[in-house]
């Protein structure tokens, strides 16, 4: 019998492509499809929430497929880990990508279009040189930067509204350029690191990067905060920021129920 | 004028063949020194004191050149750096290779000879699944430890003895197998972390891994914190534990004051 399936994904960006397949490169979504056509015994075909960039972590990205598979759907994370960390049968190693969950669900689902909203986070080092060791997982700014600052800039951008300064070309067409920001925090987990956690319904492509980069130039006295509100209502990508880097950027989660998503929002307002 | 410069060398050793040099296989030193060549002017011949394995990282490996070169030799770092991670000029990149210092020192200096001792750090993590972005920088054990069977075990090992049982084939012949560790502690930063520092006037071929495949044998209870006093008497590889991966190794520290390393072990036992 048919069953639709969604999967919870981890993955280490810095070895891929990005997430959408494309020939003759190794990209999330492509290794994942020989994963599962391998494991499910017929080809599958991926629908990611999703399309990250190159070098773009995640720690909760989604995709959904359905087939009629000869494999329960909770066999398939393990067998799916193991061909791809090519390690078949011991079941502890690890490859850059892992299927954290897999759940059924029902028929006409689809992980993109029912999706409610995503936080992503943004890992910033300032400061210090960064070391070998972090070199695929932060952005690293040489200046100190003002968190205070920041976050004076980052309430402005909460809430609906037309985000076409903060988009870049290149990405899908989109019908509109208007989205919610439910959330953007920036925090300060460590003298020398600021992190910005961003909750929305939608985000055009480069968004968070761009949001980023501004936030950053904001954070160093090279914008104020107070020309966010400028920035927005003119629309014009000139005037925003430049494109933070991609190694910084971490898809933390996906919301498939506006509730679920909304209630994170609160707690962070406590 | 010729100058002798000991510099000190972090690397992520996951994207390398080890530390030596090695034809058609990308290495730590061969890269180093491509790199030297480049901003000296001429061949540089590295001298580095470990021979770090392929997956096996530094957070200060120790490596010493001679020659008479146009950079002052304060500018070899960032020049280097920069060279290594392929962005000249800009100054804040990291590739996964990069120098922390360099220091000239006196004539006949030799980084490897001259080493009275070293300190190396092994990562062990258990019960959960490792995430991809641990896979490369820690060993992943499922079954949980005791660190205080451990620990009981790890006192038999300080000293002075014939460590021919912790050595692997195919290493550097020898002189001879007895060594002096100075130091080896089981520490539990965390509730599924493990992490052992061990000191020594030097190592044989595989020692610190083969030492933490025997501790994490005693760990899981498969070997008796007493076993090892026989295991050194009977001087038998075959009697020891398994070879740890290279993934969990760190080489932390090389000492070339006797005094520093003696303070550095005298502190941990406060």
Redesign the interface.
């Known amino acids: 019998m048919e069953r639709t399936i969604l999967l919870t994904i981890?993955?280490?960006g810095t070895g891929f492509f990005g997430w959408q397949r494309q020939p003759g490169v190794r990209t999330v979504q492509g290794e994942l499809e020989k994963a599962l056509c391998n494991v499910c015994g017929k080809p599958v075909q991926l629908n990611g929430t999703s399309r990250t960039d190159a070098g773009v972590?995640a720690l909760g990205q989604r995709a959904s497929f359905r087939g009629d598979f000869g494999i329960p759907t909770e066999k398939i994370p393990l067998a799916v880990n193991n061909f791809l960390a090519g390690t078949l049968g011991s079941g502890?190693?690890?490859?850059?990508?892992?299927i954290i969950e897999a759940r059924e669900m029902p028929e006409g689902f689809h992980a993109r279009f029912d999706a409610k909203g995503k936080t992503y986070r943004y890992v910033i080092r300032h400061g210090t040189?960064?070391?070998?060791?972090?070199?695929n997982?932060c952005y690293?700014v040489?200046m100190p930067l003002s968190a205070e600052a920041m976050e004076k800039a980052a309430v402005q951008i909460v809430g609906t509204h037309d985000f076409a300064c903060f988009q870049a070309a290149g990405g899908t067409p989109r019908e509109t350029t208007v989205r919610t920001i439910y959330d953007l925090q920036v925090k300060r987990p460590a003298a020398d690191t600021i992190q910005i956690e961003v909750t929305g319904d939608g985000f055009l492509y480069n968004m968070v990067r761009i949001i980023t980069g501004t936030l950053v130039e904001v954070g160093q006295g090279k914008k104020s905060p107070d020309a966010i509100a400028e920035i927005l209502a003119a629309g014009d990508r000139r005037l925003a920021g430049h494109t933070a880097p991609p190694q910084g950027l971490y898809l933390e989660q996906i919301y498939y129920n506006e509730q679920q998503m909304k209630e994170r929002h609160e707690s962070w307002l406590i």
């Open positions: 981890e993955y280490d972590h502890y190693a690890c490859g850059d990508v892992r040189l960064p070391g070998v060791f972090e070199r997982y690293h040489k």
